[in-house]
T-cell receptor, first 113, second 113 residues
Framework: DAGVIQSPRHEVTEMGQEVTLRCKPI?????LFWYRQTMMRGLELLIY????????DSGMPEDRFSAKMPNASFSTLKIQPSEPRDSAVYFC???????????FGQGTRLTVV | KQEVTQIPAALSVPEGENLVLNCSFT??????LQWFRQDPGKGLTSLLL?????REQTSGRLNASLDKSSGRSTLYIAASQPGDSATYLC????????????FGKGTRLHILP
């Protein structure tokens, strides 16, 4: 398997624009996690899914953020409208079941100007 | 609420020295603890996974220990090399209430040639 695949790797957008980040988890993994990493706050869990169902979205900072997982092989994280303070690296991770390791994608570096 | 703390935030040591990185967590109800390495601008690479029933795991020059009752883990690096310079993150996977993976803020390690 190619691992967790995220796209795009880099995204530069203007404030107010919609941004969509994409993630393809490892085939057969039941869990999918979205994280945001900043220097100040480190890695923050935004939302996670189990079998395509959102389990906990308490980390989503505002209503401007939304995430979907329409099937087991694809998830999106959308920010609408984007703001400069959303600039960060966004990581997606997947894992098979609750007591096994998590595998991370390479991240999407988002810059909102 | 699970909190994960890594001390120190940064560490510089001469090449060849053995060193220990520390991780502490507040809630002992965990499935496992995972150590990651992150190079600047890159994703997370899993180094070691310790299940809650285990005391330690080894991979090459790396040894990770877990004392669940006291909420502590250490990552021991033997005979450090300049290539070990990176940020090291620990993460715990919660159990009972949810399967969240909670990260510490990391220790930035610099090995001096």
């Amino acid at each position: 398997d190619a691992g967790v695949i995220q796209s795009p790797r880099h995204e530069v957008t203007e404030m107010g624009q919609e941004v969509t980040l994409r993630c393809k988890p490892i085939s057969g993994h039941d869990y999918l996690f979205w994280y945001r990493q900043t220097m100040m706050r480190g890695l923050e869990l935004l939302i996670y899914f189990n079998n395509n169902v959102p389990i906990d979205d308490s980390g989503m900072p505002e209503d401007r953020f939304s995430a979907k997982m329409p099937n087991a092989s694809f998830s999106t994280l959308k920010i609408q409208p984007s703001e400069p303070r959303d600039s960060a690296v966004y990581f997606c991770a997947s894992s098979p079941i609750g007591y096994t390791e998590a595998f991370f994608g390479q991240g999407t570096r988002l810059t909102v100007v | 609420k699970q909190e994960v703390t890594q001390i120190p935030a940064a560490l510089s040591v001469p090449e060849g020295e053995n060193l220990v990185l520390n991780c502490s967590f507040t809630d002992s109800a965990i499935y496992n603890l995972q150590w990651f390495r992150q190079d600047p601008g890159k994703g997370l690479t899993s180094l070691l996974l310790i299940q809650s029933s285990q005391r330690e795991q080894t991979s090459g020059r790396l040894n990770a220990s877990l004392d669940k009752s006291s909420g502590r883990s250490t990552l021991y690096i033997a005979a450090s090399q300049p290539g070990d310079s990176a940020t090291y993150l620990c993460a715990v996977r919660r159990m009972n209430r949810d399967d969240k993976i909670i990260f510490g803020k990391g220790t930035r390690l610099h090995i001096l040639p």
